[in-house]
């Protein structure tokens, strides 16, 4: 049976009262950490509500990801850049940390 070269995993960032362009930022500095860790592997924006980015990433990029995101919510106080968690697969991503951050 073949290796999968790759694991996908699903990050959830609660980008709260960041502006649009801001956000548009945040979705590029993810996508380059996310390629650069994974030749080849296509970062993309699955699902964005209400304050909350799900997003396909590379297993590998993950630790790079959660620093990158402390560092710039130690940058920029005023926005809430916060990563609320990582999931192997999207349904379980949803269901574990989008309809919590709803009801709060």
């Known amino acids: 049976m073949p290796v ?3 694991r996908v995993r699903y990050l959830v960032v609660k980008t709260g ?3 649009l362009e801001e956000r548009r930022k945040l979705v ?3 996508k380059n950490e996310c390629e650069k860790h994974q ?3 296509r970062f993309k924006v699955v699902r964005e509500t209400s304050g909350i980015l799900v997003a396909k990433c590379a297993h590998k990029a993950v630790p790079s990801v959660r620093s990158l995101l402390s560092r710039l919510a130690a940058d920029q106080p005023s926005f809430t850049f916060q990563l609320i968690g990582v999931s192997g697969t999207l349904k379980k991503a949803i269901r574990k940390f989008c ?3 709803n009801t709060e």
């Open 17 to 19: 009262n960041v502006p």
């Open 4 to 6: 999968k070269k790759y």
């Open 39 to 41: 030749p080849g592997f």
């Open 99 to 101: 309809h919590d951050t």
């Open 28 to 30: 590029e500095l993810l």
